[in-house]
């Protein structure tokens, strides 16, 4: 029997027959020679800067929002009824008590205190006639030897003396209300301070006098000093009072800032605390007293008080920047034993500038972790770096060594 006939294969077949063992001895011999990246060993514990909590003296503050109010506001109103004549002052500047800020036309008042004084001399002269008569009836009754005149007559002319000399006591009140009247015809600042704007214009009848309302002309504000009026809560407030031991606050110091304050840079002090609590809003109402030369206060600017809570006092603080937030509670990361951080809640004061206070939850021992913080978490092993030391050789951010020093 012949033999079976041999196929014959392509030559680019026979090629890739051939490369197919070769290609798998490679990949196995590449994989006995070079280590994985898993084999390559874990990466080095990330660095953090440490520093244990320092002791500081502070003091415990509340801070407040609050507004300006000023001390003395008058609503400028007329209290004679008139023609406005003039108006002697410019929009906005500052004018002194007694400055004449308008005049209302004066001519019927000035007849009018002319027509009362006319009266008055009318009447003068009405009592030394009735006055002249008495004297003369007088003597005729004490004249026993003559029945010149009755005592009836006498008594007549008594009164009419009497009456003469009240008519001339009214009109003498008349002449004075007139007077009044047309001193009124000046509307003069009651206050020091600075004055709004003009509310009527020359030449429009203004209303006063207590029979309607009397027109506004303009509205006079204090503004040096000035006052701070702020709203205190229940706690506080019981704090305040136990730190004074009393109720004695005013001249309390505080402290206020601006909407473009960096800290509180305003000293002022207490001035007033109210006698009830609101029983709504359970808070009580105070108010402080800021020197106001320079103007930089102005009635109904919102500004923040501070006023001091407590004492003096020594507290462990750690930087700001090291307290983290879990929900509603704050912690810090502190390196323990064998490098391994743990995680700490505490209780946090007061900020001293780039520094928190801490009331609990930490101890002057304790290695808080106050950079890298994102690099950390519990139970991770990393390499401390106390602030403010120099970098461990080979750590990151060391130095590098130099060329004499690795050849020796």
């Known amino acids: 029997m012949s033999p079976a006939p041999r196929l014959a294969l392509p030559s680019h077949l026979v090629s890739a027959a051939a490369a197919v063992p070769v290609l798998a001895l490679a990949l196995a011999l590449a994989g006995c020679g070079q280590p994985t990246a898993q084999q390559q060993g874990a990466p080095p514990p990330p660095q953090v800067t440490v520093a244990s909590p320092t002791s500081a003296n502070v003091t415990d503050t509340d801070e407040y929002v609050g507004r300006f109010v000023a001390i003395d506001e008058v609503n400028v109103r007329a209290r004679v009824s008139g023609y406005l004549d003039k108006i002697g002052f410019t929009d906005g500047q500052m004018v002194k008590e007694g400055d004449v800020l308008f005049t209302i036309d004066q001519r019927p008042f000035k007849i009018a205190v002319d027509q009362a004084q006319a009266n008055l001399a009318q009447a003068k002269a009405n009592l030394d006639f009735t006055k002249a008569d008495l004297e003369r009836a007088r003597t005729l009754l004490e004249d026993k030897t003559s029945n010149a005149i009755s005592k009836q007559a006498f008594d007549q002319r008594t009164q009419a003396e009497r009456t003469a000399a009240a008519i001339v006591q009214s009109q003498e009140a008349q002449?004075?209300?007139a007077q009044l009247d047309l001193g009124f015809t000046e509307v003069k600042a009651p206050v020091s301070g600075q004055i709004g704007d003009r509310r009527v214009s020359v030449g429009n009848y203004v209303t006063g006098g207590t029979g309607a309302t009397p027109t506004l002309l303009a509205v006079i504000v204090s503004t040096d000093p000035i006052r701070f009026e702020f709203t205190i809560d229940e706690a506080s407030l019981l704090r305040l009072t136990r730190r004074k031991g009393g109720t004695d606050f005013k001249g309390e110091p505080v402290f206020l800032k601006l909407i473009d304050d960096k800290d509180f840079v305003h000293k002022g002090k207490l001035d007033f605390l109210n006698n009830v609590v609101d029983r709504e809003t359970g808070t009580i109402r105070g108010r402080a007293v800021f020197d106001n030369k320079d103007g930089l206060f102005r009635p109904g600017?919102?500004?923040?008080?501070?006023?001091?809570?407590?004492?003096?006092?020594q507290a462990l603080v750690v930087p700001d920047v090291a307290i983290g937030t879990e929900q509603v509670k704050k912690f810090v990361y502190v390196v323990g034993p064998e490098n391994k951080v743990s995680q700490k809640f505490v209780t946090l004061g007061p900020l001293q500038g780039d520094?928190?206070?801490?009331?609990?939850?930490?101890?002057?021992d304790d290695k808080v972790v106050v950079n890298g913080l994102m690099r950390v978490r519990p139970g991770v092993t990393v390499t401390p770096q106390v602030a403010g030391a120099a970098p461990a050789a080979g750590a990151p951010g060391a130095p590098a060594?130099?060329?004499?020093?690795?050849s020796k």
């Open 175 to 177: 002449v004075r209300s």
């Open 301 to 313: 600017m919102f500004a923040r008080l501070r006023l001091q809570s407590s004492d003096p006092y």
């Open 355 to 364: 520094m928190r206070v801490i009331r609990e939850g930490l101890s002057p």
């Open 401 to 406: 060594a130099s060329s004499s020093a690795a």
